[in-house]
């Protein structure tokens, strides 16, 4: 019994993709069922997307403190391997470029692309209300926040933005708010300052990384109900917005 357990486990895991696009299919499919029929009560949608709407929650929880216990363990070992060769310098000084490259790329595209739609949003007629209004809402932000900069320079305001979240003013309030390039920098401070005890290793860095393979493990057991959440956040859609009226 064990046996087949286990057999079934590995089935499941290998065909993961394909239970995805099942349960992709099965809930276009029942929400065009339950459109059609007019079972749109608002308690019987929320019951139905209560399913995806936990397993973006789950997510979001194991996000920042993966990401902060990586960032710490990462750079401890990567300090480690610059002080022993050439190679590890090497792969600090690729480490750090490749982020800053990412950095400025990122501001150059949401410069050039996302600003200018979130400001005049294209085709937004024919988009559901609640697209538009999140549309405006963001418009909305922008604009406070060149207010609050002090500057209507986009580039400025979106580069002093950027510092802002880099460097918080509340590392909890952060977390809280899931602003991760935040968490990232105090992660990145944290494994460079920490002090290693003789044998090199350190009590903060262990916790870290026990954090972080208790993440992965949580990780592994959410994304099994992977289908089960695409089949659910897909049902809600297409029963709450006419996706023949897109576009």
Do not use: H
Request: net charge positive; charged share 15%.
């Amino acid at each position: 019994m064990a046996l087949f357990g286990k057999e079934m486990k590995e089935l499941y895991w290998k065909y993961l993709t394909l239970w995805v696009m099942t349960g992709a299919v099965v809930g276009c499919i029942l929400g065009i069922m339950f459109r059609a029929t007019g079972a749109t009560d608002p308690t019987f949608v929320d019951i139905l997307k209560t399913p995806g709407e936990l397993f973006t929650r789950g997510l979001k929880l194991m996000l920042v403190p993966f990401i902060f216990s990586s960032m710490i363990c990462s750079v401890f070992q990567l300090r480690r391997i610059v002080g022993g060769n050439q190679i590890g310098k090497t792969t600090f000084a690729f480490y750090l470029t490749t982020s800053l490259a990412a950095s400025v790329l990122a501001v150059c595209v949401s410069l050039l692309l996302i600003v200018p739609t979130i400001r005049d949003p294209i085709g937004t007629d024919g988009l559901p209300s609640t697209v538009a209004e999140n549309a405006a809402a963001a418009g909305a932000k922008i604009a406070s926040f060149q207010k609050q900069c002090g500057r209507t320079g986009e580039v400025w305001c979106k580069i002093k933005g950027t510092l802002g979240y880099l460097v918080p003013q509340n590392i909890v309030d952060a977390m809280a708010s899931s602003q991760l390039l935040g968490v990232m920098s105090f992660g990145v401070a944290v494994g460079l300052l920490v002090r290693p005890r003789e044998d090199g290793t350190s009590a903060i860095v262990d916790l870290a990384d026990e954090v972080q393979s208790v993440m992965l493990r949580m990780m592994s057991i959410l994304i099994a109900f992977t289908p089960l959440a695409v089949c659910s956040l897909l049902c809600y859609v297409v029963m709450v917005f006419n996706i023949s009226q897109v576009g």
